[in-house]
């Protein structure tokens, strides 16, 4: 499985960005495909996750501000960012749950950089 991410750049606080995931490779085989996010001096962190039932979960920090979707057809997810703040400023990793042989391996994107000035 391979994960492309994009959509990254610079905005100001207040303002919106959409990332994208695309999915390649052993696609039948993922399931839970998330956003983590690592700032500088931080450990990576959950930001949104979806199940292939589009089941979400958010992080404190982000709800009602992050919406995450997902497009089975198309094998992708999106992270919509509306109301950024500077400290959403970080790394943003795409994730995959892949299940191989009764086993679930986490897969990363090459993640994309998101800077939110003040």
């Known amino acids: 499985v391979q994960l492309q991410a994009s959509g990254g750049g610079l905005v100001q606080a207040g303002g919106s960005l959409r990332l994208s995931c695309a999915a390649s490779g052993g696609t039948s085989s993922i399931g839970i495909m998330g956003w983590y996010r690592q700032g500088p001096g931080n450990k990576r962190d959950l930001v949104a996750d979806i199940t292939r039932d589009e089941d979400t979960n958010y992080a404190d920090s982000v709800k009602g501000r992050f919406t995450i979707s997902r497009d089975n057809a198309k094998n992708m997810i999106y992270l919509q960012m509306n109301t950024l703040k500077p400290e959403d400023t970080a790394i943003y990793y795409c994730?995959?749950?892949?299940?191989?042989?009764?086993?679930?391996?986490?897969?990363w994107g090459q993640g994309t950089q998101v800077t939110v000035s003040s």
């Open positions: 994730n995959a749950v892949v299940r191989i042989r009764h086993s679930d391996y986490d897969y």
